[in-house]
Every structure is written in C-alpha cells, then in structure tokens.
C-alpha cells in the first residue's frame, strides 16, 4: 500500500499541471450539466465534490512533499517569493495544532459535500428528514468552527486551510531528495562571507553584488523598471513589493491579533451561529408544511417560513439582524497599506460582501430577486448569443428555489 502510494504521489508530482488541467476542465463542465438529463445536477455536482476533495487531497502532498524537499535539499526548495500571509498562517496552525489541522479540514471536507448531501436528502428523504440533515451539517460546521476559535482565540479565516502556493510546473525538479554531500572545510582561516558558498546566496541579494556594464546595459536590478519616466508612482510600485514588511518577520501565528473583550468574543461567536439560527428557524411546523407557490411539491427548507405574522420576525430579517450586530460589535483594524492587520482586513471585507447573498434568500429572493431575474432572461430568449445566457438563468431559478446551499454563506 505504501509503494502504491509512493507512486501516486510520484507521478502527481511528475504531471501536476496536467492533472491541474483536467480538475479545472472537468469543474467548468459541470455549470453545463444542469437541466441536460435526468438528475443531472446531482451527478454534476457529486463530479464537484470529489474534484474538490481530490484537489485537497493533492495540496495535502505536495505541501508535504515541498516540505520534505525542503529539509533534505534546500537550494533546491528556496522560496524567492514568500507565500502570502493567508498561507503563512493556516499553515502555521495546522502545523503547530493538531485540533486546529483536523477541525480546518474537516470544514473544508463539509463545505465540499454539503450540496450534494442536501441532493441525496432531497431524492430519498422528506421535508423533515432533509431540514435534520441539513440541521447536522450546521451544526457540525459550527462546532468545527468553534473548536477553531477556541484553538486560537482569533477571528476564524476563510478557508482555514492554506491553499496551493506552490508552481506545479516546478515540482519535477524537485523529485531527486537525495541529500547533498556537505562541502569539503578549507584547511585555512576564512571570513563569514567565504563560508557562505555562493549558490546559498539568495538571488535578491546576489544581484546586489553585480557590477554596473560600462557600455550602459540596465542593471539587473534595474531591468525589469517601466519605461514610463520615473514618478514617484513608478518608483513605489517598483520598491513596494521588494520592501521587507512588519507581516513578513512577524512569526505567522501572530498575524492576526487575538480577540480582546466581550465585544469582539460575542461578534465572533454570532458570525459562527448565525448559519445554524438561520436553519433552526426554518424547521417544518405545521404551519408550514404545504405545498409551495404553483402547486409544485417539494422537499426544500427554502419553503419552510410559512405565513408571516410579523414581517420583522422571519428567519430571514434575524439572520440579517444578527449579522449586522456581529459586524456593529468586531473590531476595526487600521486600514494603512502597510499595517500588520492586512489578514484581518481581507477577512472582514469577504465578510461584508457575503450580504449579497441574502438577495437570494427568503422573502427577498421569492418577491424581488427572482421576478427580476425571470424578466431578465425572458428579454434575452429572441437575441442571438445571449439567448445562450437566457437558458442558463432558467436553468439554474429552480435549483436556488430547490438547495440551500446553492447561495449559502
């Protein structure tokens, strides 16, 4: 089994951009699979899902094979470019805590079935028994995430696992981890800088040590400079990405503050809840259990919010309610360029921007968002070309009305 795998892993590694190729290929497909045949959608999206966990599976090696590269040759293994400061600090996390590499995978692990799950649940289940299955997964997704927090006591990212930094196309180079010879020691005293061979110097500092062609060809360092004039703009957007920046010493843990005061707890734990309040709300009563508008039965907890009392009440305008309060109450970070909290700021603006999808929730989807989007398609169906986008949107209207997690945050 483990020569097996040895190999697998070899030969991942030996067409890692093919097999990069084909999982796009293959993911595009399945937008054109939808209304084609009968259960088209779930044999689509149950493709998604595995592609998804075998590009998981796949970043899994080649982490850990960069990694064992890394500690048996490292000239072969140096990183010019750091990794970004998402990458730096899931990877610091799953490395240093085991509770947080299992929970971070765990989630991405739901995340990649969880529509085709609700699929399964809606073929083979009832109202009922789709609403607790779908209750589960929030509620698994929300102890994961919460055993997150706990582990390190800072806002929960999103993915919580690093993602691929490393150029497939570049691995081959890498399969040889035959350890190299140390170098034969001079029988004579020598200074640092002699000691230090020089295919070990990186190659940003060994550029500096380049002389200046007396027939004035560019500087090495210089070469890659616009051939605008020479603002003050051109200069900054040369030196900026060279410039060495608190984030990148700053050990990788640290790269978001931990959560201080009661206020910023209580926004972090109601971001976490607020999916599985959403569900419980929408859980069948009585009240709701008929059939949705145009006679259509269906199993989908998207027609569970039965007649509405009070408007300021539904499942809808709570989870709303709710994450309003958790963005009142979190924190502010600085929003200089060159603050340390750049991690936490990308967080919270993925945050604001998921407020989009309520458009395709509730009461707002059924009485604005799918009127307008029905009247947009039918204005397409007679213009050539966009007849084609036409097509898409009516057939994807009724898989929002069906799923859950089709607009799921």
């Known amino acids: 089994m483990s020569n097996l795998q040895a190999r697998y892993e070899a030969f991942l590694i030996t067409n890692s951009s093919t097999i990069g190729t084909i999982e796009s290929s293959l993911r595009s497909l399945t937008w054109l699979l939808p209304g084609r045949f009968k259960d088209a959608e779930i044999v689509g999206e149950a493709l998604t899902s595995t592609l998804n966990l075998l590009s998981l599976y796949h970043d899994t090696l080649l982490a850990r094979r960069f990694a064992l590269v890394k500690s048996t040759n490292p000239k072969a293994a140096k990183e010019l470019i750091p990794p970004n400061a998402h990458t730096r600090y899931t990877r610091a996390w799953c490395e240093q805590d085991g509770i947080y590499r299992w929970g971070a995978r765990g989630l991405e692990v739901v995340r990649f ?151 910023h707890w209580t926004s972090e734990i109601i971001y976490v809840l607020r999916p599985l309040i959403f569900v419980l709300l929408l859980r069948p009563t009585a009240s709701n259990l008929n059939i949705p508008k145009g006679g259509i039965a269906s199993t989908s907890i998207n027609y569970n919010s039965g007649p509405v009392a009070n408007p300021l009440r539904t499942p809808l305008v709570v989870s709303v309610a709710m994450s309003v309060l958790s963005w009142y109450l979190r924190r502010s970070p600085p929003a200089s360029p060159s603050s340390s909290n750049l991690l936490e700021r990308l967080e919270y603006a993925r945050r604001d921007r998921e407020i989009f999808w309520y458009l395709f929730r509730g009461e707002l989807w059924s009485e604005w968002t799918r009127p307008k989007l029905e009247n947009f398609s039918q204005s397409l169906e007679s213009k050539p070309l966009l007849g084609l986008l036409s097509g898409v949107i009516q057939g994807w209207l009724p898989l929002v009305d069906e799923y859950w997690y089709y607009t799921a945050t």
Do not use: C
């Open 113 to 263: 079935t969880q529509l085709v799950l609700e699929m399964l649940l809606g073929r083979f289940t009832s109202r009922k028994g789709r609403w607790r299955g779908i209750f589960l997964l929030e509620l698994t997704k929300a102890v994961l995430n919460l055993a997150v927090l706990q582990r390190t006591k800072r806002p929960t990212i999103h993915p919580p696992i690093p993602e691929r930094d490393v150029d497939p196309t570049t691995l081959p180079a890498l399969i040889d981890l035959t350890p190299e010879s140390p170098p034969l020691k001079s029988p004579q005293a020598s200074s640092p800088e002699d000691k230090l061979e020089k295919d070990q110097v990186p190659k940003h500092l060994s550029n500096n040590h380049v002389p200046f062609d007396p027939t004035g060809k560019p500087h090495p360092l210089l070469s890659s400079l616009s051939s605008e004039p020479l603002t003050r703009t051109v200069i900054e957007d040369y030196l900026l990405p060279k410039a060495l920046t608190p984030a990148l010493i700053k050990s990788p843990t640290t790269l978001l503050q931990p959560l201080t005061g009661l206020g």
